[in-house]
């Protein structure tokens, strides 16, 4: 099975007003509970296409976390993003054979608000350019809500584009090969500056020319989502904790119209 999105990490500072905000914006947005043995708790808006955004947030200051650290030091917004594998140590097993070492697998868990407890584990790159890999141990439906939660008044149906900053594009499409393998769906634009990664219903869009390599350096920055019926003005921006978030549109003449929307 091909890798693809599974979810956008968001880092914010204080999670109940944030999943207030996002429903201001128009997303439903569904309780995640709480990781064992660290000071998060979360919070998911789920899309149609089975991608999620994690709203994060710390209870207590967590020094030795990178998640946290680029949380204090740049302030809320995207922080990562994670690919859903069907095995995770048999895709780092591949990885490994194609030149790509990554760490793992890793076991992970969180804590439902309704007493539910999910495990997964996860893969961890060397790189701040590549996701991690998280796959569920318990079922994936108990970690990543079905149904009416993911109906969002916005009209938001999944995640279209995730525009990742990378150092050197050469060297990212190289480790991307390594981790995604022979199947994977990969265009470099002319000019050499950027690239696209299909993953499944949505792509990866990979620029070496992205203002933030100079300040927060590699990862993601931008996510375009797919359906959204609305333009977000400066004071909805605002809501969206740090994520720069666009909606992607369909024209008749079959051109993409997106409305960035930037906190």
């Known amino acids: 099975m091909a890798l693809t999105l599974d979810h956008i990490v968001i880092a914010v500072h204080d999670l109940d007003k944030t999943i207030d905000d996002y429903a201001a914006l128009g997303f439903t947005v569904v309780r995640g509970g709480e990781h064992p043995g660290r000071p998060t708790h979360n919070a998911l808006v789920v899309f149609e296409d089975g991608a999620y955004f994690e709203l994060i947030a710390w209870r207590s200051p967590a020094p030795q976390d990178r998640w946290w650290q680029l949380l204090d030091q740049h302030g809320e917004g995207i922080i990562d993003f994670a690919l859903l594998p069907t095995s995770t140590a048999e895709v780092i097993i591949a990885a490994k054979a194609r030149g790509l070492e990554l760490q793992g697998p890793l076991d992970g868990g969180r804590l439902r608000p309704d007493g539910e ?6 893969g961890r790159p060397h790189t701040h350019d590549l996701p991690f890999l998280c ?3 318990t079922p994936r439906k108990l970690r990543v809500p079905e149904g009416e939660v993911r109906q969002h008044a916005n009209g938001a149906t999944g995640v279209a584009r995730l525009t990742v900053a990378v150092s050197d594009l050469l060297q990212s499409l190289e480790r991307y090969r ?7 769906h990969i265009h470099a634009a002319d000019g050499g500056s950027s690239a696209t ?3 499944g219903n949505s792509v990866l869009e990979l620029t070496q020319t992205a203002p933030q390599l ?9 996510i375009a989502l797919k359906g959204g ?3 977000w003005d400066q004071a909805a921006a605002k809501l969206a904790h740090g994520a720069a978030i666009a909606f992607e549109k369909t024209e008749p003449a079959s051109k993409a119209n997106s409305s960035l929307a930037t906190a």
Not at 117 to 122: R, V
Not at 178 to 184: F, K, M, N, R
């Open 135 to 137: 796959g569920d141990i």
């Open 178 to 184: 390594a981790l995604l393998g022979d199947g994977a």
């Open 197 to 199: 990664i299909a993953l």
């Open 229 to 231: 019926t609305g333009s």
């Open 117 to 122: 407890k999910l495990q997964w584990q996860t």
């Open 214 to 222: 100079q300040s927060k350096g590699e990862g993601p920055f931008v």
